[in-house]
């Protein structure tokens, strides 16, 4: 699956179902599909391609809802400025992030636990921080215009989330075919290799947090738009951070795709288990445990991985290091 | 003469309380092929780790190109035209052959397509040209071997340090490899170059540098060397020149 072709393709389709689906029930579904699979991608450029870990996206998706509702409620800024800013708000916690931790040379599980940190002291900050509102969150008023990014209908709300998961597979595209993305896989192939070849890794590994984390935060933006709420938990919870990287593992970490695929897999699991069995509190976080063990055990490249020669097992991997 | 591209003036490293290398001085001269010695523990690979940047010295001075490189990063060495290959071998498993290479290539070409018909001529000249496609973690140990040094030349060094690039070679690959080195040497790529062969890194090498216990013990052209009482001690054991009737 490579190739801007079957990227214009998958969003072509993706773009005709609202034109012969009209249940707002599905469409609705399909917003948060995709704004789980925009959120993954952040993930998967630093985590799929770059080999980092990270356990806190919650960190950039937060700041995204964050800045986006707060600038609009307390400062009467116009919603499309605070969604760029935002966006840029989330990169910016990015590279701050990166640099910390990068510069202290921190790799593997100490990166995930502390950018699992980040997201949770930010969580506390958002809960007291009489600017967001604190315990109660903010609200965001209704506003149901183009111009304040609002929509009445559920199919526009589609189609701007359809175009900005398009921009992040075009970005994932484009990074997959650039010396950069050749030089950030390397990085997670082989640090020490990849600087003995001229790889400024920390740069390489900073660059791709920042990226990872404005992909992350606009997803944030959007849920603001569309939920016109946000509060700590929902903003930097770990539930977040947990989305943002099983989905892409499950659909196949590196893969331009995988977030996609993973997202829809992981949600419609979700949605019929909630059809099933009722909604019990945190059904859903059982069927991502259910669907991550199955993934690591028989498809550990991800689903997208099950159809190309990269599958090969990690323990076999390992022994032909030997 | 000809003129000193590298030089390593009394540069020292410690980890903890063992004294890996002690105040060696050695140099590698423009375009030639100069061969690192020793026995087991010497320190060749720390040495090896100090030029490339890897570790940091405790102690002494490293010119290359009449530059101060001791406290330049990695990469920014790799930039100035030291490559090296590693003896512990450190393919990127998950990649193809041709996909490794393209990593070192993209230092000196940022278009994808440069830097793809770079990585095949490399891949070509050592010997990779019909594994190009290949996932990486299915070569041979003599497959990996040329991988290392196929990457290494991907960036187009002006200076290549070797690290055992031989071990592990069978006769018939080592026969095979042996001209590569020597054709990269004709280039003009200048080659410091550790191993434990000494049939090839005697017939390589123009000048070699004996290490052992961190401390540079001899030094001279391949034969003075092999004659060397202080060398021969080092690898068969003290009073082993006397019984073979060495030259002090």
């Known amino acids: ?322 | 003469m000809a003129e000193t591209l590298l030089a390593v003036e009394g540069v020292s490293r410690r980890f903890g309380g063992l004294l890996a290398v002690h105040g060696v001085s050695i140099a590698a001269d423009q375009g030639r092929i100069t061969g690192l010695i020793g026995p087991n523990g010497a320190g060749k690979t720390t040495l090896f780790g100090l030029i490339s940047g890897f570790i940091a010295p405790n102690e002494g001075a490293i010119r290359y190109a009449g530059e101060h490189i001791t406290r330049l990063p990695v990469h920014e060495r790799a930039r100035r035209g030291i490559a090296r290959t590693f003896q512990i071998v450190q393919p990127f498993t998950g990649l193809t052959v041709r996909e490794n290479i393209v990593v070192g290539a993209h230092l000196h070409h940022r278009s994808r397509t440069d830097a793809r018909a770079a990585a095949d001529a490399v891949g070509r000249e050592v010997g990779l040209g019909g594994m190009l496609d290949r996932p990486a973690a299915t070569l041979t140990v003599a497959g990996r071997k040329r991988l290392e040094l196929a990457r290494a030349l991907a960036t187009e060094p002006k200076l290549l340090l070797l690290d055992e690039v031989l071990a592990g070679l069978n006769p018939t690959e080592i026969r095979e490899i042996v001209p590569v080195i020597r054709k990269l040497c004709d280039r003009g790529i200048t080659i410091l170059m550790i191993e434990h062969v000494m049939q090839a890194v005697m017939s390589l090498s123009e000048r070699i540098f004996v290490l052992a216990e961190g401390r540079v013990i001899a030094e001279g052209t391949p034969g003075e060397v092999a004659a060397n009482r202080a060398v021969i001690e080092a690898y068969l054991g003290h009073g082993a020149a006397k019984k073979l009737g060495a030259q002090p």
């Open chain 1, 1 to 322: 699956m490579k190739g801007f072709g079957t990227i214009v393709l998958v969003i072509a389709v993706l773009a005709a179902v609202p034109l012969v689906v009209h249940s707002n029930t599905a469409l609705n579904f399909l917003v948060i599909m995709l704004l789980t699979a925009l959120a993954g991608q952040g993930w998967n450029i630093l985590g799929g391609y770059g080999g980092q870990y990270s356990f806190g996206h919650a960190a950039f998706f937060g700041t995204g809802a964050y800045v986006t509702a707060i600038l609009q409620v307390r400062y009467g800024v116009n919603a499309w400025p605070g969604f760029a800013v935002g966006t840029a708000a989330g990169a910016l916690v990015g590279a701050v992030i990166g640099a910390l931790t990068f510069r202290a040379g921190l790799r593997g599980s100490y990166f995930a636990l502390v950018t699992l940190a980040f997201a949770e002291v930010l969580r506390i900050l958002a809960s007291v921080a009489p600017i967001a509102g604190a315990g109660v969150g903010t609200l965001v008023k209704l506003d149901l215009h183009a111009s304040a990014l609002q929509f009445e209908s559920r199919a526009a709300f589609y189609w701007v989330i359809l175009a900005l998961v398009a921009a992040s597979l075009a970005i994932a595209h484009a990074i997959e075919r650039s010396r950069f993305g050749a030089w950030l896989i390397a990085v997670r192939e082989n640090e020490d290799a990849a600087r003995a070849l001229g790889v400024d890794a920390f740069k390489v590994k900073l660059g791709a947090m920042t990226i990872s984390a404005a992909i992350t935060a606009a997803a944030g933006c959007f849920y603001v738009q569309y939920f016109l709420f946000v509060d700590s938990g929902i903003a930097y919870g770990t539930r977040m951070s947990i989305e943002a990287l099983l989905t892409p593992i499950i659909g196949g970490a590196g893969t331009v795709f995988g977030p996609l695929v993973g997202a829809l897999v992981v949600k419609a699991l979700g949605e019929g288990a909630t059809f099933v069995a009722g909604d019990a509190p945190g059904l859903n976080l059982i069927v991502y445990g259910c669907v991550l063990v199955l993934v690591i055990a028989f498809a550990p490249r991800g689903l997208i991985g099950l159809f190309s020669w990269r599958r090969v097992p990690a323990g076999k991997r390992e022994a032909a290091h030997g």
